[in-house]
């Protein structure tokens, strides 16, 4: 008589606040109303106190996440309707050039600089790549990762806009506190309404021209217009981040054309998990305070971000988000396998 | 009589860039995007193996050349082959290495004076008005020599015929025992090789710097959008376009212009044929 070995295996089972679909819930007791809540609001007030207890260096690291954040809200917004980018330092540039070259040379107030650097960001980058968007995948991406590196070697061998020195002494906000809170409430803002807008119907169209293009052109939509739409949306929101900094920093420079600008909100979302734009919240609410503290390694912090890139790519391809979304709408409990 | 031949070097070179990106793309479709720090990286494995290891400039060249390409092997199989099958994770993948490996190299501080290999020969000739060194003849020679030789390579050995049966149809190449990871590992190899090669004969023009690594993947890429990625023509085509277009904005205009002509170049071809002077039909279908 063969003796059988007992073997476990691992349950999983949702949990029973879940009716039909992913968005409605069934709710019998405040016990399920905080489940529900906590994940998305502790994070919110965390968020919003996090500037006033951090001070210093630290308080600058909450407005870098922030810009990160929204570059990276504004690349996966673009992947969401089947444009992926390997260039987001196109609308962050855009959007400091507009804002520093308008306080510059005509010594217009910040408030009245980032609304029109958001617009005009926006609108510019639509503008040009515009006749690109009819590409798909891999040339898309090609195209999007040469734009800003030609624009950063035109702006150094023309030297328009200060050329390689850049434009110095921008006028700054009025405090601290408030760009701190600019940022982190853009943030926010634009996190709430990314996750509204891409499950409303206008979503719905975005993500079924990632699905099947064919599709929807057969159903009379015209996919170029709402791609542009697209590049629009996210170009200003990129274009925001970037006018925020410039004040922020009080200096418009050829870097922010940089390749940092690219690669980390593609490492962010790679990271946290694409579609849903909260994995690209936490991915670079993680990223950038781990790349703060290392930059003591200085120029390997690059790499750095290209291995956990990789990394995250192979070996957690779902993203951090996706992963504890899973986990923690289900019990998992370990039963005997008969 | 200067702008013809200038402009017959840079495109020569420009075609030297883009020949290991696009045929690896052509063969496997992977998108290459380490290819620029392959090329600047097999530069200075040549430039270690020449002066710290001190082994002939001859024989450095070729080691390098063979360590870059087994790099290259190695790339697919140890990354690549676990994300085949989505293009965008391998694009990624493939861009992040490529970054990951220039920056390794601009902390190792790989930059400056110190850095540049020797030239082949020294001296020049003079056609006409025009002094031309014989390094710029041999990097035309070497363009053209191995432009033949690839051409020879796909058509007439059982390896090239294998790499065009995957880039028509992988299906049915499979159907006939030719193993998909085998030749697109091949193809990244033959890719790395070639990156190589080009900066063998290119580098010794100048200095090498790791910033040199994102122009050519940049050039790589604008040549092979201009012409239609996956036509050998089409590359050649594409590369005398621009190259002559570079030397003529700087001849009339001013040499600082000179980078608005790849720029000008793909948005023109964008706008006209969308998928490259010469790309055919199923390009069309999945570019736009």
């Given at each position: 008589m063969v003796e059988a070995t007992v073997q476990y295996r691992r349950k999983r089972l949702d949990r029973g606040?879940?009716?039909?679909?992913?968005t409605i819930f069934v709710i019998a007791s405040k016990r399920d109303t905080l489940y529900l809540l906590l994940p998305r609001v502790l994070p919110v007030i965390a968020l919003l106190i996090l500037p006033l207890v951090l001070k210093g260096y630290w308080g600058k690291v909450v407005v870098f996440a922030c810009m990160y954040g929204l570059l990276a809200l504004s690349w996966d917004f673009m992947a969401c309707c089947g444009l992926f980018s390997l260039g987001q330092a196109l609308f962050f540039g855009m959007g400091a050039y507009i804002a520093g070259t308008l306080n510059y040379?005509?010594?217009?107030p910040p408030i009245i600089t980032v609304p029109v650097a958001t617009l005009g960001s926006g609108l510019l980058c639509a503008a040009l790549l515009g006749p690109v968007v009819r590409l798909k995948g891999v040339y898309f991406a090609m195209i999007t990762l040469m734009l800003p590196l030609l624009l950063k070697k035109m702006i150094d061998t023309t030297?328009?806009?200060?050329?390689?020195h850049g434009l110095p002494s921008l006028s700054p906000f009025p405090s601290e506190l408030v760009a701190t809170y600019l940022a982190v409430v853009g943030f926010l803002a634009c996190l709430f309404i990314f996750r509204r807008v891409i499950n409303s119907d206008y979503g719905l169209v975005l993500r079924a021209i990632r699905d099947d293009d064919r599709a929807v052109m057969s159903g009379a939509i015209n996919i170029y217009w709402r791609k542009i739409q697209a590049v629009f949306i996210s170009g200003a929101v990129g274009g925001f981040a970037g006018a925020l900094m410039t004040h922020h920093f009080q200096f418009l420079g050829m870097s922010t054309f940089a390749l940092d600008y690219s690669i980390l909100p593609v490492a962010a979302v790679a990271l946290g998990g694409q579609g849903t734009f909260a994995g690209a919240a936490i991915g670079s609410l993680i990223l950038v305070p781990l790349s703060e503290s290392l930059r003591a390694l200085g120029g390997l912090r690059m790499a750095i971000y290209c291995g956990i890139l990789i990394v995250s790519i192979i070996g957690l391809p779902e993203g951090i988000f996706h992963y504890m979304a899973r986990k923690y709408h289900q019990f998992e409990k370990v039963v005997e396998v008969k | 009589m200067s702008l013809l031949i200038y402009g017959l070097i840079n495109s020569v070179i420009l075609a030297l860039y883009t020949v290991g990106f696009s045929l690896c793309y052509g063969i496997s479709?992977?998108?290459?995007?380490?290819h620029g720090a392959l090329y600047i990286l097999s530069g200075f494995t040549a430039w270690n193996l020449l002066n710290?290891?001190?082994?002939p400039f001859y024989l450095s060249a070729v080691l390098s050349v063979i360590i870059t390409a087994i790099l290259g092997f190695l790339f697919y199989w140890v990354l690549l082959l676990r994300v085949r099958g989505t293009p965008l994770a391998e694009l990624i993948v493939t861009f992040a290495a490529g970054m990951g490996l220039l920056e390794l190299l601009t902390w190792k501080g790989f930059y400056g004076m110190r850095y540049s290999l020797p030239l082949y020969m020294k001296g020049g000739i003079e056609i006409g008005p025009v002094a031309i060194d014989y390094q710029r003849l041999f990097v035309v020679g070497t363009g053209v020599a191995l432009v033949v030789f690839l051409w020879f390579f796909v058509h007439h050995t059982r390896v090239g015929l294998a790499f065009r049966a995957m880039a028509q149809n992988e299906r049915t190449a499979l159907s006939v025992g030719i193993e998909s990871d085998w030749i697109g590992s091949l193809s990244m190899a033959l890719g790395a090789a070639l990156a190589a090669i080009a900066a063998m004969v290119i580098l010794p023009l100048g200095m090498m710097e790791s910033s040199i690594g994102l122009e050519v993947l940049i050039y790589a890429l604008a040549v092979a959008i201009v012409g239609g990625l996956e036509s050998t023509l089409g590359m050649i085509v594409g590369s005398f376009i621009i190259g002559f277009g570079q030397i003529a904005a700087a001849r009339?205009?001013?040499?600082?212009?000179?980078?608005?002509v790849p720029l000008a170049a793909i948005v023109l071809v964008l706008v006209i044929k969308p998928s490259g002077i010469f790309g055919k039909f199923k390009e069309l279908e999945e570019r736009v």
């Open positions: 606040i879940k009716a039909r679909t992913d040379y005509f010594h217009i030297g328009i806009f200060g050329g390689t | 479709g992977i998108a290459n995007f380490s710290l290891a001190g082994l009339y205009i001013g040499a600082k212009w000179m980078i608005i």
